[in-house]
């Protein structure tokens, strides 16, 4: 089948590093995206790995094991803000396969 | 860069009535538009991908007579819910892309009440 799972929440505290952890599987790959969303709000992208390896934008990377068929999301230096939903989504021919969703709780 | 819009954010309606959802896309041509439903702490589910000018196609388990889907020119994309009962309360979500496998760009979402 077709299918991503990642963690349904994780806690974590100002300041510190949290990975979020997203495993697939599927016939067809075609890379592994990020998105953050607030409550209420629209998805927001985040990150892009199209190959293995660790992509890099600001305090957010992602990193990909096609082999493995993982990903991470890592968040450094978290703030408040960052509380939200992150989904990983994969694309299937030009669809986006969203997970369940991990929602991340801040604390000061 | 890319924006998409929604219209309305919220809407309320009563059962057995009919909402149309707008989606244009501002800044860009979108050959291809999503329309994805959200549940309450749930994941994003596509509903149905349209390309401009011809039919939408249709996720398995959606019923496209129940989800009349537009994309009638390369901006715009409407999504009726017909004879919305309780049940089709949630938040739709609209995403546009210039190409089928370029980057999808998403709307703010719409929030339907159906009472």
């Known amino acids: 089948g077709q299918s991503l799972e990642q963690p349904s929440e994780v806690t974590a505290v100002e300041g510190a590093i949290v990975q979020i952890n997203c495993t697939y599987q599927?016939?067809?790959?075609?890379?592994l995206s990020w998105y953050q969303q607030h409550d209420g709000g629209a998805p927001t992208f985040l990150s892009y790995?199209?190959?293995?390896g660790l992509e890099e934008t600001g305090r957010f990377s992602s990193f990909l094991s096609r082999s493995d068929s993982y990903g991470y999301l890592l968040l450094q230096e978290l703030q408040m803000k960052d509380s939200a939903s992150y989904f990983c989504a994969y694309n299937q021919g030009g669809k986006l396969i969203f997970g369940q969703g991990t929602e991340l709780s801040v604390k000061p | 860069g890319a924006v998409v819009s929604q219209h309305p954010s919220r809407v309320i309606c009563k059962s057995g009535t009919s909402v149309k959802i707008e989606c244009r896309s501002l800044d860009f041509q979108a050959t291809t538009m999503f329309w994805y439903r959200q549940f309450p702490k749930q994941s994003l589910m596509l509903m149905a991908t349209s390309n401009e000018g011809s039919k939408a196609t249709y996720e398995q388990g959606v019923e496209k007579d129940k989800f009349l889907i537009n994309h009638a020119s390369l901006t715009l994309s409407t999504l009726t819910v017909t004879s919305a009962h309780p049940e089709d309360s949630s938040f739709y979500i609209c995403?546009?892309?210039?190409?089928?496998?370029?980057?999808?760009?998403f709307g703010p979402g719409t929030r339907l009440t159906v009472l």
């Open positions: 790995n199209g190959l293995d």
């Open positions: 599927t016939s067809g790959f075609y890379g």
């Open positions: 995403s546009a892309a210039d190409t089928a496998d370029n980057e999808q760009f």
